[in-house]
């Protein structure tokens, strides 16, 4: 199949998180869904939701798709219209499988040996303890994104290192086969990059941090939230001011608090001058009940109807297949593939 990949005007977004946990996390929102939201009028945008990715590591076939369903409700009750946006579960569009086989057999094994990803999380257990498929989690990641054209991928800054080999994949290809894939670029807003773990601000709020206090889980009750906020880890002295080296504590919470409230890093420091850590706390802790409970409260009326998001989820899939078969298609034929007269016909 030769036909060509329709340009449209708008630039194409695409990006995506796991559903590894039962909700996603503060981080997860700052550090990228909030940017989709914002960014979907302006784009042509594709969300979606990896779940070939979640069973790299440990995973519990009764918790998958509901988990994938709270963060596709998730990805709603932030603001993600299915309407504007394409919207769908990765393996209900069988192409990114079948590109990412493709893209195996151009990554050199010392280039994906070089992930960072890969090496933090076989760091306790050891590579050897690890699968194949985390080791190919970054060329799946490619095919994600190259399977639509894409020329943008907002993410956090933890992500950047994909995104680079995202983009020589790219080019490798298109040198060796003939131009075929857009090379994408990382939207990565600076000031929200990285959210870090509220009990250990060295390290990045996630969904696997060591203390259950460090991370907001955007389900879960409010109160607690507010306590989570309450009992963050601060620094030492006693000024409210950002200073991500001295003060990695406060300069979270600021940050944290800058990006709920859309007051700036400066004009918070100068509203807490000469007041104490606990204010700001109590003030961002009544900020985050805030942000949450709406969001949750939208999450679980969505989940209340599990028929309606799985209906979305199969218009979003087949949307995303009218694209993603398209540039499949001509991957295979650029590769040298015979073509399969049966393949054809469903296409
Ligand atoms: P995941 O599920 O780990 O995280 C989803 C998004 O949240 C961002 N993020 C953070 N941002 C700021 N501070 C933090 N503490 C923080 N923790 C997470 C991540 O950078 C990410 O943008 N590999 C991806 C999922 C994926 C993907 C893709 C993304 C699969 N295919 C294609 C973009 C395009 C991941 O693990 O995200």
Redo the contacts with the bound molecule.
Sequence with gaps: MTSQISQATKKRI?????P?ADS??????????RNWVDMQAEYDAVF?I?DL?AITVDFDPAELAKRTRIVAAQYIAAGIDPDKSIFFV?SHVPEHAQLAWALNCITGFGEASRMT?FKDKTQKSGADAATLGLFA?PT??AA??LLYQ?DL???????RQ??ELTRNLAQRFNTRFGHTFTVPEATIVKE??????LQNPSA????TGESPNGAIQLLEDPKVAAKRIKSAVTDAGTEIRFDAEEKPGISNLLTIYSSLTGKTIPELETEYQGKMYGHLKVDLAEVMVEFVTPLRDRTNELMSDPAELDRLLAHGAERAREIASVTLAQVYERMGFLPSLSLAGVR
Excluded: C, R, W
Excluded at 192 to 197: F, G, L, P, R
């Design positions: 695409l990006s995506g998180a796991k590894t996603l996390h503060l981080g997860n929102y700052i550090g990228a869904v979606f990896p990715h990765q990803q989690y799946l990641m994600d994104i894409t991928v907002p993410v956090g800054e933890d992500q994909h995104l929200s990059a990285k959210i870090y773990d990045k709020m996630s969904k």
